[in-house]
């Protein structure tokens, strides 16, 4: 029965096929074989973005009825001191993170294209390993080695220097630079291998152009290297921006779900809302703050980016 | 070739779509003649052990059990029942969860339909009123195991500050909180150790022997209007305050290695903590031993077997869990897996009169915990009772690790309590 009802309905289409023009079965290929991807991301991406949207105007606790609420729940963060601390915390993780970060790894990628380095691809592979760490695995070690006790191994070494132990998880710029830190050692390695990429096409002319000139390594640096790498830098940093808005995991797990005022980014205050304190209401609100802030953010970075290629084009 | 490779594509297609609903046709066929029950629970509770005896009884019944951690374990559960599918025949709820499922009680079936009233009679009274609701119509789950907390302490560093050491001894010198404090005084004093090595388990001792906490049956806030949390919070902060805490968070490291290293002399805990003890302190033997809290006694942990309304057989999923929480089955999880029995008929059982642990200086451990468990307040802890406990912990947290004004702390935190509360 089910092979009869196979070959008939292979049949039909066989006979649709035979109606459709070449260029209607050319884009009905090419949309199937795009679909799986179009179906699962309406599924699980578009349809969740635009019910939070529609969330923020409701008041539901994930089992009862919705009520509409107008903009009561966006009334709520917004007079909510925790809601602009966590804006506070998650910019200055993300600078503190990202701006030391970058710089590291750019020198990193220098120091690995040169020809002077051995073994350039174990290297490659080192650098990379820290990011498929499990993220989670990488917060629990960050939580003992920056622990508040004396004997934690940061705290530990403070005190061979005479310095007295800091409070990592519970002091304001303590748990901010621990958090900072765990960012810095996730994503040093991935962004120096973007950055080494970037330099690989860089062409070797216009180095042994400037050598012929008399220009030093540095010069050569700040004069050939950084302005052929605006587009990649660019990119690296649009990506480092947009990921330390969104901070996580690393302080879920580094200090704990009291979500404490000093450790609490914006998406950790929209998970609080959400999963602990089932207020999808006020959590909706706070992915669509801060999707507004993500777009903000973005636009200065294209305007900044823009007005840099502008003035710092040297070759053109 | 073009033509040929759109057929293979919508051929394959094809195949899949009525591949998928063969094998659907055949799933339904075949649970008719076998009842499945998927069942939900966390940790290790030994329940896998007991299914297949239930089965080997029951052979029409197939019991699928699935552990998972903590806290994924009851996200996926309040996210299936939210979304009104994938959830199991049967999930365990701990008791301090089941609060944020109290407004999902249309997903669960009311175990009095199915025939709790009949065993009711078996549990501790408190145990059952924390798995009903407000009104005590409807019942959420059947107890399984409970936490009840004694006062374990060192018995070195008793002795090093020159006070008795027998838990009978122990429990005459500190029968309440006032002697607690002047205990905690004379230790430090004469040892330069804390009492304890965590406010929060000081507090929420306290918190425990409250007759009401933090919410009354109507989910009102209740901390300022009812003096006893604002008087537990007084007295936890006074100890903080005197150098009597210490302040090693909860499950770090260094708060293990102190267990072992006899760095203080108490700690306020329930049955299952015996383990964590002996795995903290494994050079302890004998060090540690147990007695009554000060002042009564508390509970932290334990958990409730519910059937969710998705289940297709109601009726077979409760017999199963009947059997499993019935006294004779307890008694084996106690055996087996230490799990603390909500069956108070227990108690009076050899296994239980005779009890003795080598580790806790041979003393019947089973009994303290008995007793203790027979004096466990019935209290309404409400829905938000996470987010109200989360605040209190912080203020404590602020009061000890950065000398805050305590009654700063307290307001700031009442205010950030109802500034969340209002937003469900």
Redesign the interface.
């Given at each position: 029965m089910?092979p009869q009802?196979?070959a008939k309905?292979?049949n039909m289409?066989?006979s649709i096929?035979k109606r459709l023009t070449?260029k209607q079965?050319?884009s009905?290929?090419g949309y199937?074989?795009i679909s799986p991807f179009f179906l699962l991301f309406a599924v699980f991406g578009a349809f969740p973005m635009i019910f939070s949207f529609y969330l923020a105007f409701q008041?539901w606790?994930?089992?009862?009825e919705m009520t509409f609420v107008g903009f009561q729940?966006f009334n709520?963060i917004f007079i909510?001191p925790?809601f602009w601390k966590s804006i506070y915390n998650t910019v200055i993780i993300g600078l503190l993170g990202t701006v030391p970060q970058l710089i590291a790894a750019l020198i990193l990628a220098v120091i690995l294209n040169s020809v002077l380095v051995k073994m350039k691809s174990f290297f490659r592979v080192a650098y990379f390993v820290p990011n498929v760490t499990s993220i989670v695995a990488v917060a629990i070690v960050f939580t003992?080695i920056f622990?508040?006790?004396q004997?934690g191994i940061v705290n530990a070494t403070l005190g061979l220097f005479g310095l007295s132990p800091v409070?990592w998880?519970?002091?304001e710029w303590g748990v901010k630079i621990a958090i900072a830190t765990m960012i810095f050692w996730r994503w040093v390695g991935y962004n120096s291998i973007i950055f080494l990429a970037g330099l690989q096409s860089i062409p070797k002319e216009l180095y042994e152009a400037a050598e012929m000139d008399g220009a030093k390594k540095w010069q050569q640096f700040l004069f050939i290297t950084v302005p052929m790498l605006k587009p990649i830098i660019i990119f690296v940093v649009f990506t480092a921006t947009i990921g330390s808005l969104q901070i996580f995991a690393e302080p879920l797990i580094f200090s704990?779900?009291?979500?404490?005022?000093e450790s609490i980014t914006i998406v950790l205050y929209l998970w609080r809302?959400a999963?602990?304190?089932?207020?999808f209401?006020?959590a909706s609100a706070t992915a669509v703050s801060l999707f507004l802030l993500i777009i903000a953010f973005s636009v200065i970075n294209v305007l900044m980016s823009n007005r840099l290629g502008k003035t710092g084009n040297i070759r053109g | 070739m073009?033509?040929l490779?759109?057929?293979l594509?919508?051929?394959f297609?094809?195949?899949l779509v009525?591949a998928c609903s063969?094998t659907e046709a055949n799933g339904e066929g075949s649970s008719s003649d076998k009842i499945k029950l998927d069942m939900w629970v966390f940790g290790s509770t030994g329940y896998e052990k007991l299914a297949d005896e239930y089965m080997k009884e029951h052979p029409n019944v197939e019991i699928k059990i699935q552990s998972t951690q903590f806290d994924d374990h009851h996200?996926a559960l309040?996210t299936a029942?939210?979304a009104g599918s994938g959830a199991p025949d049967i999930a365990m709820i701990e008791v301090n969860n089941i609060e944020?499922f109290r407004?999902?009680q249309?997903?669960f079936h009311n175990l009095y339909d199915l025939g709790a009233e009949e065993v009711k009679d078996d549990y501790l009274d408190w145990k059952w009123r924390l798995g009903e609701n407000a009104d005590g119509t409807f019942l959420y789950g059947l107890p399984t195991d409970i936490g009840p907390t004694a006062m374990f302490y060192r018995v070195d560093v008793f002795k090093e500050a020159g006070l008795p050491t027998d838990p009978e001894s122990v429990k005459k010198l500190i029968p309440d909180w006032d002697a607690y404090a002047e205990v905690a005084r004379i230790i430090k004093e004469k040892t330069g150790k804390p009492i304890a090595d965590n406010y929060e388990l000081i507090y929420n001792a306290l918190r425990d022997q409250a007759p009401v906490q933090y919410f009354n049956n109507e989910d009102e806030l209740i901390i300022e209007k009812e003096p006893y949390i604002k008087a537990a919070y007084d007295y936890t902060v006074d100890l903080i305050q005197k150098g009597y805490v210490g302040?090693?968070?909860l499950w770090?490291?260094?708060w293990g290695a102190a267990m072992d290293k006899g760095s203080y002399a108490t700690l306020l805990a329930p049955a299952w903590m015996q383990g964590v003890v002996k795995g903290n302190a494994p050079n302890s033997s004998g060090k540690w031993m147990i007695t009554g809290m000060p002042g009564g006694a508390g509970n932290w942990g334990g958990s409730y077997l519910t059937i969710p309304k998705e289940t297709k057989h109601p009726e077979e999923a409760y017999k199963f869990i009947q059997w499993l929480v019935a006294p004779e089955q307890q008694l084996k999880s106690f055996k087996e897996m230490g799990l603390f029995p909500s069956t108070p008929s227990i108690y009076n059982d050899p296994s239980f009169k005779d009890y003795s642990d080598d580790y806790f200086g041979g003393i019947n451990t089973a009994q303290v915990f008995a007793q203790s468990a027979q004096m466990v307040q019935t209290v309404y802890m409400g829905?938000?009772y996470?987010?109200v406990q989360?605040e209190i912990?912080?203020a404590l947290?602020?009061v000890s690790?950065?000398s805050a004004d305590p009654e700063k702390e307290w307001k700031a935190a009442v205010k950030?309590i109802k500034?969340?509360l209002?937003?469900?």
């Open positions: 089910v009802s196979k309905a292979l289409k066989y096929a070449e079965k050319t009905i290929a199937l074989f008041k606790n994930g089992f009862g729940n709520f909510d925790v003992v622990n508040e006790h004997s409070n998880q519970t002091s704990g779900s009291g979500f404490r005022e809302e999963f602990s304190n089932n207020a209401g006020t | 073009r033509k490779s759109l057929i594509l919508l051929s297609v094809l195949i009525t063969d996200n309040f029942l939210s944020r407004q999902a249309d997903r302040d090693n968070g770090t490291p260094e829905k938000n996470k987010v989360a912990v912080n947290t602020n690790k950065k950030r500034r969340q209002e937003r469900q």
